[in-house]
């Protein structure tokens, strides 16, 4: 068998384990294809989400869904304003039998973390998230502790209610790939989810479809999805051209363009193509750029919206012809 019908194989093989996923979340989350397709991509691309909407749209449901879909670890951290560095990364306990500090893991140990709340929790906390989901390793009283792959965090937000939070600094908010909404279902997913939630919770039956090391194989070959040279001076252009903006403070950073790169390779990858097309990068550059933008004092003021400037950047790039 040729490399290229090897390669064409191997990438179905991905496209239809990806579905699979996709399509047992969608038994507890319903309605919401899309934002379940975004936070598979997401997993697969080694990023974190960002999830962010009003109370009672299924955002710790997603989460919850999406780790029960994977036969692999998962912990959930309720982020409290009381919660400690400590409680995520774990802590140094003596050991009086035996005379030695023994290293007990905090939430942060598992292949997918929910966080929930995560701006109810200190800066301080919320900082300790930073060294796990750039570096995937944790330091505890100057010793490493490596996480293990797959590793990813999916943190909820109330963008709503504002007292007694902590809004997510730039820095952290650009350790997230990307930022999604839930939004509320329409009509026949809410009547599809008064008869499937109101017996029983399907997320208690849920049953894993795919296992840790499925994973590891979908990001070794999402990884190796052909970009052309002329995509990557277009994400290079888009990301130079929010630097520029009058309007904007703060553009896309090259964390953020890479971001788009991996992203863009698995969604190629999850619709079965070996290669990622214009189309690839411009349906993912809201969920992966826009909230990493910080509009300008005055830009702010006029209560001007990033996704329309973000919009406005893209449509004034020329998108590149490729095969």
């Not at 290229?4 to 979340?25: C, G, L, P």
């Not at 140094?92 to 929910?114: D, H, K, Q, T």
């Not at 750029?289 to 004092?297: P, S």
């Amino acid at each position: 068998m040729s490399r290229s019908r090897v390669a064409a194989r191997a990438v179905q093989t991905f496209s239809e384990s990806f579905d699979a996923v996709v399509a047992n979340v969608a038994t507890v989350v319903q309605g919401k294809d899309e934002a379940i397709r975004l936070a598979m991509l997401c997993l697969v691309a080694e990023g974190h989400l960002l999830i962010e909407d009003v109370p009672g749209v299924g955002k710790t449901s997603l989460a919850k869904a999406l780790a029960g879909s994977l036969d692999c670890s998962w912990r959930r951290i309720q982020f409290t304003p009381d919660l400690l560095p400590s409680d995520v990364t774990g802590v140094s306990v003596y050991n009086r039998a035996n005379g030695s500090f023994e290293f007990r893991p905090g939430g942060i140990f598992a292949n997918l973390v929910v966080g929930d709340e995560i701006n109810r929790a200190s800066p301080k906390t919320q900082s300790a998230l930073l060294e796990a989901m750039e570096e995937r390793q944790v330091t505890v009283d100057g010793t490493t502790y490596r996480l293990q792959a797959p590793f990813m965090v999916i943190a909820t937000q109330n963008p709503v209610e504002h007292e007694g939070t902590y809004p997510l600094p730039e820095s952290q908010l650009d350790r997230f790939l990307m930022r999604i909404g839930m939004g509320y279902p329409d009509r026949a997913a809410e009547i599809g989810i008064l008869d499937t939630h109101g017996r029983t919770d399907p997320a208690a039956s849920l049953q894993p479809v795919a296992s840790a090391a499925d994973v590891s194989t979908m990001t070794a070959l999402a990884s190796a999805i052909h970009v052309a040279p002329s995509l990557k001076g277009y994400i290079v252009d888009v990301a130079a051209a929010t630097r520029l903006h009058p309007q904007l403070a703060l553009g896309v950073s090259p964390r953020a363009a890479l971001g788009l790169l991996r992203a863009a390779r698995a969604r190629a990858a999850s619709m079965g193509r070996d290669y990622v097309v214009p189309d690839d990068l411009k349906v993912l550059a809201l969920p992966v750029l826009e909230h990493r933008l910080a509009l300008t004092g005055d830009a702010q003021l006029r209560g001007v919206n990033r996704a329309d400037i973000l919009l406005s950047v893209l449509g004034s790039v020329t998108v590149p012809s490729t095969r």
